[in-house]
């Protein structure tokens, strides 16, 4: 099984709302990925975990925070966003990081913030 | 830092043809890991194949295979016997395991299988 889970699969929102994206694997993996996918553009990393830690931040700005509950959820949380942050939101998995580590992804989030 | 290549923004294919999609990337580093994701209109990202860097041997899963020449830095793939399913935007994508398995992508191909 290389499902990865996430919800919701659409969402709207306006600048001030306050949102959360939610991701889920029960693979055992324990590194969890987040990346941004602008339209006709390959995805971007945005955040990596790895057993709960986070281990990459690449220079995301502080309306995006990232939460890892426990080994199997990852959590996206927005905040004041803007227009510009509409696009399709990924979550991938790995067993872990280091070699031989295929990522598999989600179906995605598609965000549209007004 | 790692650069990833796609010099073909689309390309089609007639069923049951053979077509082959570039890569190249540059790097400083010895061990790495290369990838050939696709991405149907569903958007859902799936693994097709993939390298070691390590190993001279060209991966191959099916009807697809590469072509990984890693002193030209360059990574192919190969779809044999293509099929309309087949039809999405290819990624080619690095990963430095030695960087928190960062991942940095191409801009993608657009393959447009035709019946």
């Known amino acids: 099984d290389t499902e990865v889970t996430q919800t919701p699969k659409h969402l709207v929102m306006g600048m001030t709302n306050k949102k959360s994206l939610k991701c889920e694997q029960h693979?055992?993996?324990?590194?969890m990925y987040w990346y941004k996918q602008k339209a006709k553009k390959p995805p971007e990393l945005m955040f990596v975990?790895?057993?709960?830690?986070?281990?990459i931040n690449e220079s995301v700005p502080s309306r995006f925070s990232p939460e890892c509950p426990n080994s199997s959820l990852l959590n996206l949380h927005l905040h004041a966003l803007q227009p510009e942050d509409s696009a399709l939101y990924l979550c991938?998995?790995?067993?872990?990081?280091?070699?031989?580590?295929?990522?598999?992804f989600g179906p995605g989030t598609r965000l549209l913030v007004l | 830092a790692q650069t990833v290549t796609q010099s073909q923004p689309e390309m089609s294919v007639q069923e049951a043809e053979t077509v082959t999609l570039s890569c190249t990337y540059d790097?400083?580093?010895?061990?790495?890991?290369l990838f050939w994701y696709k991405q149907p209109p569903s958007r859902q990202m799936i693994l097709v194949i993939r390298?070691?860097?390590?190993?001279?041997q060209n991966a191959t899963e099916n009807r697809f295979s590469v072509n990984f020449q890693k002193a030209a830095k360059s990574f192919s793939l190969k779809i044999s016997d293509s099929q309309l399913g087949d039809t999405a935007m290819y990624f080619c994508?690095?990963?430095?395991?030695?960087?928190?398995?960062?991942?940095?992508f191409g801009a993608g191909t657009r393959l447009t299988v035709k019946p």
């Open positions: 991938a998995s790995s067993p872990g990081l280091g070699s031989q580590e295929t990522q598999y």
């Open positions: 693979m055992g993996h324990r590194a």
């Open positions: 975990y790895s057993y709960e830690k986070l281990s």
């Open positions: 790097t400083s580093e010895s061990n790495y890991y």
């Open positions: 390298q070691e860097a390590y190993k001279q």
């Open positions: 994508a690095f990963m430095n395991p030695s960087n928190n398995n960062d991942m940095r």
